[in-house]
């Protein structure tokens, strides 16, 4: 198994820039999750989807993020506009329903 | 709320033991542990559920007070391996709401 796959991996961008960021998660896995970590405030979940649907999305820091899940096998979160507060690693997490959460190799956001 | 852990860090030799604790102000179904390796992905080691089951890494043990809403990992005859941050995971909503801890990063010296 592949397990979970994200991109891009480095994102460097200017303030008031769109960024958009994807996960593959684990085939079969049917909830899937939004982290963010920063030094500050470590890992904080921002949304998650079960069969797709969109659960609990009361992490997401404001009306700038966004997030889909139009299918199993694919996922978003898109900040519009972004801002230097943004830059974190942001990572996504499938489950099969067990507990275990298998988390992608994230993806670093550095906005300027 | 976030689960707070203890310590922040701790240094050992090799083959000393450790103990992380993690302690929550909510009640809890079950608790999970994780190590992030410096520049990875956080990676699953164990969880600890409701009622006492636990499942999990070998070489690593903890344990899961329900009335104190606390947890504690044990590691035993450090190796180098071992080194990393530890986050513990609460579990404490019907759905797979998992909210991590502080962390605690360990290093293990020769």
């Known amino acids: 198994d592949a397990g979970v796959i994200q991109s891009p991996r480095h994102e460097v961008t200017e303030m008031g820039q769109e960024v958009t960021l994807r996960c593959k998660p684990i085939?079969?896995?049917?909830?899937l999750f939004w982290y963010r970590q920063t030094m500050m405030r470590g890992l904080e979940l921002l949304i998650y989807?079960?069969?797709?649907?969109?659960?609990?999305d009361s992490g997401m820091p404001e009306d700038r993020f966004s997030a889909k899940m139009p299918n199993a096998s694919f996922s978003t979160l898109k900040i519009q506009p972004s801002e230097p507060r943004d830059s974190a690693v942001y990572f996504c997490a499938s489950s099969s329903g067990t507990g275990e959460l298998f988390f992608g190799e994230g993806s670093r956001l550095t906005v300027l | 709320q976030q689960p707070v852990q203890s310590p922040q860090a701790v240094i050992l030799r090799e083959g000393e033991d450790a103990v992380i604790n993690c302690s929550s102000s909510?009640?809890?179904?079950?608790v999970h542990w994780y190590r992030q390796k410096h520049g990875e992905a956080p990676v699953f080691l164990m969880i600890?559920?409701?009622?006492?089951e636990q499942k999990g890494h070998e070489k690593i043990s903890a344990s899961f007070n329900e009335k104190k809403q606390q947890s504690s990992l044990y590691l035993t005859a450090s190796q180098l391996s071992y080194s990393g941050t530890y986050f513990c995971g609460t579990l404490s909503g019907g759905y797979q709401k998992v909210t991590f801890g502080t962390g605690t990063k360990l290093q293990v010296i020769p």
């Open positions: 909510k009640a809890l179904y079950s």
């Open positions: 085939s079969g896995h049917n909830s």
């Open positions: 600890l559920l409701k009622g006492g």
């Open positions: 989807f079960n069969n797709n649907v969109p659960i609990d």
